[in-house]
Every structure is written in structure tokens, then in C-alpha cells.
């Protein structure tokens, strides 16, 4: 009995100790890898049922998605709101952060099957730069709004966000930054952009009225529990660690760290929003720097 639509004849499944060494990053996927594909059998593979699909779809219908959100937000949204040219602004960078994120781990998840092992480099590059670039998003937008009555802070951070983003290129140019050998290194330069995102949060806590802490410090506490768990399901390989060749298919630990970073990176939006809102409506005080 076939549970295709189409015929994947020419697109076998492999198990783990037959693919090449570039796909073997999670031991306790044991089935279901797609391996030694064409460009056009990469492309068509996106609906082949694999241990991939999950995590080419998630991202992927996210970034479908992210298109007619952002143009409700610079087309309706926003200007109901009576949101200025660089609010505006702060929300496009987001956007288009984000989208660019999502599409790049999309991509990487479709064509990291690729006969050619230099083509699934390329675009395991282009998915881990894709995941700065999408943080840079997040920064922008809420430092942004978060600081408006903190212009010095502001532009302080927003300038160390840029400085670390430019940073990262550079490191990730390292000829074995991609490697296998560099994972622990990669997961720590992604921590960094964490840590940046708690020093920033603690200032703002520093700085905050009473009545924004009580608005919006929930949501930020929220946000980075979300992060931190998606972080740690990665890093640990939970669930699949517990039972290999459970996950293969659907529930492994990388399609919850794809769920859970669409949801943080949502989330942030919405923060943004609802403190754009805030600002629109109450004054600055006189120890917030208001200049």
C-alpha cells in the first residue's frame, strides 16, 4: 500500500550508518535519511515522508506564513496604530530577519541530502548565519521600542548587536566552523546572542517603571524560557536520546527546537507590537533619559 501522492521510487531512505559522514549528526535518528540527491530530487524530496519533513515545514510554512503577516503589519496594522517611519522601519528589519531565517533553515533541511557534500556545506552555512540574521531581527525590533525613552541605551545595543553580527560573519568563515568538531563551538557563539539578549533584559529591568515591569516582564520571562528549553532540547538530543529510532519520523529534538524557535520569534513580534502600543500612549519620565 503506497502513502504517497507521488512516486519517490528514485528518492530511497537510508538508515543512519549508511549515509555520509555530513548527515550523521544525531545518532538517535536511526531511519529515514534522504542521501546522494540531485538538486531537482533535493526539491522534490520535500514531500517525501523522512526524518527531514517535519523540520523542512516547519520553518518553511513559517515563512509562508511571515508574508501576508508582515504586509497586514505595514499596511494595517501599524499605521492604525500611528506608528512612525523608523517604527516601521524596526518592524521591516524584522520581517525580513525573520522570513530570511525560516527560508534558510528550510533550505538547508532540503538540500542537506545533496550528492555533492560542498553544496549541503553552503547551505548549513547559509541555515546558521540564517539563525543570527533572525535573532538580529528580534534585537532590533525590541531594543527598538523597549528603549525609546533610552536613546543613549538604544543605540548602544543596537550598535553592539551590529558589532556581534559582524563578528559572527568573520567567525563563521573559519574553515572548520561547519565541521562536525566545531558543534560545541557553534552552540556557544549562538549562546553569546543569549546572553547578549539577558544583559540587555536586566538593564531594562533596571530602568523600567514599575508598571511596564508588571505589562510586559511576563512576556520577556517567557520568551527566554522558551529559548533556553529550545537551546537545551537541541543540545541534549531529548527525546530521541531516550529512545533511538522512536523519533525518526516525527517528535525528535530538532523538530521541537524548529517549533519552539518559531514560537519564540512570534512571540517577539507580538512584544514589540503590544510595547509599540504602550509608548504610543504614555510619556516618558525624566529618568528614562527622555532625549
Not at 25 to 43: E, F, H, P, T, W
Not at 123 to 133: E, N, R
Not at 191 to 220: M, N, Q
Request: proline fraction near 3%; charged fraction near 15%; glycine fraction near 4%.
Amino acid at each position: 500500500m503506497s502513502y504517497y501522492l507521488f512516486d519517490f521510487s528514485d528518492i530511497p531512505l537510508y538508515s543512519f550508518d549508511e549515509v555520509p559522514d555530513h548527515q550523521q549528526g544525531n545518532s538517535y535518528v536511526i531511519r529515514g535519511y534522504r542521501a546522494k540527491l540531485l538538486d531537482r530530487q533535493c526539491m522534490k524530496s520535500v514531500l517525501r515522508l523522512s526524518n527531514q519533513l517535519v523540520n523542512i515545514w516547519t520553518h518553511g510554512g513559517l515563512f509562508i506564513l511571515l508574508i501576508p503577516l508582515m504586509i497586514h503589519d505595514h499596511i494595517r496594522l501599524l499605521p492604525s496604530m500611528g506608528a512612525s517611519t523608523w517604527d516601521n522601519f524596526s518592524f521591516l528589519i524584522y520581517h525580513v530577519c525573520t522570513q530570511s531565517c525560516f527560508l534558510a533553515s528550510a533550505g538547508y533541511h532540503t538540500f542537506n541530502c545533496h550528492l555533492r557534500e560542498e553544496v549541503a556545506a553552503r547551505w548549513l552555512a547559509c541555515d546558521c548565519y540564517g539563525v543570527v540574521t533572525g535573532v538580529t531581527g528580534i534585537y532590533v525590533v525590541t531594543i527598538y521600542q523597549a528603549f525609546t525613552c533610552n536613546k543613549i541605551s538604544r543605540i548602544c545595543y543596537l550598535t553592539a548587536v551590529v558589532a556581534l553580527v559582524l563578528a559572527s560573519r568573520r567567525t563563521m568563515l573559519h574553515p572548520g566552523y561547519f565541521s562536525k568538531l566545531w558543534e560545541k563551538y557553534r552552540i556557544l557563539h549562538f549562546s553569546t546572542f543569549v546572553a547578549l539578549g539577558c544583559l540587555i533584559a536586566v538593564h531594562w529591568c533596571i530602568i523600567s517603571t514599575s508598571e511596564e515591569l508588571e505589562t510586559f516582564l511576563p512576556e520577556v520571562v517567557i520568551n527566554f524560557v522558551i529559548i533556553a528549553l529550545a537551546l537545551l532540547i537541541l543540545v541534549t538530543k531529548v527525546p530521541e536520546r531516550f529512545s533511538p529510532g522512536s523519533f525518526d519520523y516525527f517528535g525528535q529534538s530538532h523538530n521541537w527546537w524548529h517549533i519552539l524557535v518559531g514560537v519564540a520569534f512570534l512571540r517577539w513580534r507580538q512584544f514589540a507590537i503590544n510595547y509599540l502600543n504602550y509608548r504610543l500612549n504614555t510619556s516618558c519620565v525624566s529618568s528614562q533619559e527622555p532625549w
